[in-house]
């Protein structure tokens, strides 16, 4: 069974940072590309960055671009996302999503960050 | 970017009415349409992949049509279930688009 657990959320201050945690299992991580994406509180969806399987080719949104690192680590089937000058507006539940065929067939149960003094 | 529009934002249905959601795309996306449904505090869940294919173990009452710039989603017998916010999602590149949602509520 594919599962995607996301941790590391939080409450943090503006300009604070966080890093973001999804671990992988139930399927060959590194055969796979994956995503961030999130969801501020009663909006709708945004994604936020890709990796590839190997981790070579990586993209991010606009809106975090210059603010957040991914990485994954296949052999700890593990995904990363390292945030940093976070401000108010970065306030959403981050989902972890596997990229099967080009759109996400599996997601994680979310992980809530708060930017907030 | 590509801008994904839905209509209607928010729909209201009794269980056994025939449902239909519009996504509009800003430019052609080919196929490459996807459709989730997001239930309160949940994980968005794919229903149908590449306009029209539907996922393994969702129900034969969804259906997905269209293609270029114009879709949609249909549900032919709303079920209590059902009632959730309905997204679609453009993946003809690597970044990933969402329309605003459609919330399907109980009339």
């Known amino acids: 069974e594919v599962q995607l657990v996301e941790s590391g959320g939080g409450l943090v201050q503006p300009g604070g940072s966080l890093r973001l945690s999804c671990e992988a299992s139930?399927?060959?991580?590194?055969?796979?590309?994956m995503n961030w994406v999130r969801q501020a509180p009663g909006k709708g969806l945004e994604w936020v960055s890709y990796?590839?399987?190997?981790?070579?080719?990586?993209y991010y949104a606009d809106s975090v671009k210059g603010r957040v690192t991914i990485s994954r680590d296949n052999a700890k089937n593990s995904l990363y996302l390292q945030m940093s000058s976070l401000r108010a507006e970065d306030t959403a539940v981050y989902y972890c999503?596997?990229?099967?065929?080009?759109?996400?067939?599996?997601w994680g149960q979310g992980t809530l960050v708060t930017v907030s003094s | 970017d590509i801008q994904m529009t839905q209509s209607p934002s928010t729909l209201s249905a009794s269980v056994g009415d025939r449902v239909t959601i519009t996504c509009r795309a800003s430019?052609?996306?080919?196929?490459?349409l996807a459709w989730y449904q997001q239930k309160p505090g949940k994980a968005p869940k794919v229903l149908i992949y590449?306009?029209?294919s539907l996922e393994s173990g969702v129900p034969s009452r969804f259906s997905g049509s269209g293609s270029g710039t114009e879709f949609t989603l249909s549900i032919s017998s709303l079920q209590p279930d059902d009632f959730a916010t309905y997204y679609c999602?453009?993946?003809?590149?690597?970044?990933?688009?969402f329309g605003q949602g459609t919330k399907v509520e109980i009339k």
């Open positions: 999503a596997r990229r099967a065929s080009g759109y996400p067939d599996y």
């Open positions: 139930g399927f060959t991580f590194s055969s796979y590309e």
């Open positions: 990796i590839s399987g190997s981790g070579s080719t990586i």
């Open positions: 430019q052609s996306i080919s196929s490459w």
């Open positions: 590449k306009a029209s």
């Open positions: 999602q453009q993946y003809s590149s690597y970044s990933w688009t």
